[in-house]
């Protein structure tokens, strides 16, 4: 049959990024303890197509992905998915996007009662030709802030919000990035106080104590995750979000930070 995809096109215009995106897959990622966590991947893959070609061939990336359903997804693995599509579908740069919830151990601070929080993740990969992997693991922590200023000016109390920190890392190519866990577990650290799904009345007084006798804006949080993230060995570049969903506001209290390390 006739292969119109490798047909040529005259209009003379490179396409930056073609290819499938909102791919649902079950995937394996690795925990901590060296086992593996079955996910639901939402999946963008993507490549450049010269200007000489009308179409990229669309099945080959659903080909490449189904391999990957029963093995586990991590950066090595995520360049060796790349480059065979910079192979098969004869490009010279892919980049593969892997949106994924992560469940991660929590023990409640008094009564240990143990449960499990979920966290939205993602792995975004870009290979060009000739070179090494762009890897850029992200994670969105959630956490608890306590305002300093309410706590200064009220007689009793104080008034505190859940918020999110969107952390993105990339790391040197000769070095091991960090794992999900020690990730969310650093970021939590920075705040007033961490999430937790599971609480009992005892666990409740203390991280309400906690968040007060630790009080934040989104302003300390994002520098004190700043100085925290600047400490990882062989971290190359970051960048940070923190949204504060103020109870006392109908908006959010944000702040952004992003940075070379090296």
């Not at 979920?118 to 870009?126: E, K, L, N, Q």
């Not at 969310?184 to 409740?204: G, N």
């Not at 990882?232 to 070379?260: K, M, Q």
Request: glycine share 6%; charged share 25%; hydrophobic share 35%.
């Amino acid at each position: 049959m006739k292969d119109v995809q490798n047909s040529i096109d005259h209009r003379g215009i490179a396409i930056q990024n073609v290819g499938i995106r909102d791919v649902h897959m079950p995937l394996q990622i690795k925990t901590k303890e060296g086992n593996y966590q079955q996910v639901l991947g939402n999946i963008s893959f993507t490549i450049s197509l010269p200007m000489e070609y009308k179409g990229t061939h669309m099945s080959r990336f659903q080909e490449i992905l189904n391999k990957w359903t029963s093995s586990p997804i991590a950066e090595g693995e995520m360049s060796e998915i790349l480059g065979e599509a910079l192979d098969r579908l004869q490009a010279e740069a892919a980049s593969l996007h892997i949106e994924f919830k992560y469940f991660v151990d929590r023990i409640a601070p008094v009564s240990k009662r143990h449960s499990v929080l979920d966290v939205d993740c993602f792995f975004d990969g870009y290979l060009k030709r000739g070179e090494d992997l762009q890897f850029i693991l992200g994670v969105k922590v959630p956490y608890t802030s306590l305002c300093p200023c309410s706590k200064e000016i009220s007689d009793y109390g104080a008034h505190n919000q859940r918020g999110i920190m969107d952390v993105r890392v990339r790391f040197d190519s000769d070095c091991d990035c960090i794992l999900i866990e020690d990730l969310v577990l650093l970021m939590e650290q920075q705040a007033s106080c961490q999430i937790y799904p599971l609480l009992k009345r005892e666990d409740e007084k203390f991280v309400t104590e906690k968040a007060y006798d630790n009080p934040k804006f989104v302003e300390d949080i994002l520098r004190d995750g700043v100085l925290a993230l600047r400490k990882l060995p062989g971290l190359a570049w970051f960048a940070l979000e923190c949204d504060n969903f103020e109870s006392i506001h109908n908006h959010s209290a944000y702040a952004r930070h992003e940075e070379n390390v090296k």
